[in-house]
């Protein structure tokens, strides 16, 4: 089992910058995939970026450009850095992950529990 722990988030201006962090820990063998998932009320929960072990990213089209995802190497760590923020960018970011429990058992995916960013005018 994988636990995700996410810090971060907050209250920022439009225009602004947050930084959210998360780390996984537990009985983890790997953990090809880390990313971050974003749900606004009403709205159905959209990816935001993921990176894999190799450093492979991915994004979301109304993120890319002004977020950047990182991860430390050797750690079960990523980083999202949200530049340019604007107030359709308020959400609860979840954490993500995919993980092995070891070396030959299937990737199973991992959740946070979510940290709340709010972009106020």
């Known amino acids: 089992q994988v636990q995700l722990v996410e810090s971060g988030g907050g209250v920022v201006q439009a225009g602004g910058s947050l930084r959210l962090a998360c780390t996984a820990s537990?009985?983890?063998?790997?953990?090809?995939?880390m990313g971050w998932y974003r749900q606004a009320p009403g709205t159905e929960r959209e990816l935001v970026a993921t990176i894999n072990n190799e450093g492979a990213t991915d994004y979301g089209g109304s993120v890319r450009g002004r977020f950047t995802i990182s991860r430390g190497n050797g750690v079960n760590t990523v980083w999202l850095q949200m530049n340019s923020l604007s107030r359709e960018d308020t959400a609860t970011y979840y954490c993500?992950?995919?993980?092995?429990?070891?070396?030959?058992?299937?990737?199973?995916?991992?959740w946070g529990q979510g940290t709340l960013v709010t972009v106020s005018s």
């Open positions: 993500y992950a995919d993980y092995q429990s070891g070396r030959t058992s299937k990737e199973m995916p991992a």
């Open positions: 537990g009985s983890v063998f790997a953990v090809p995939t």
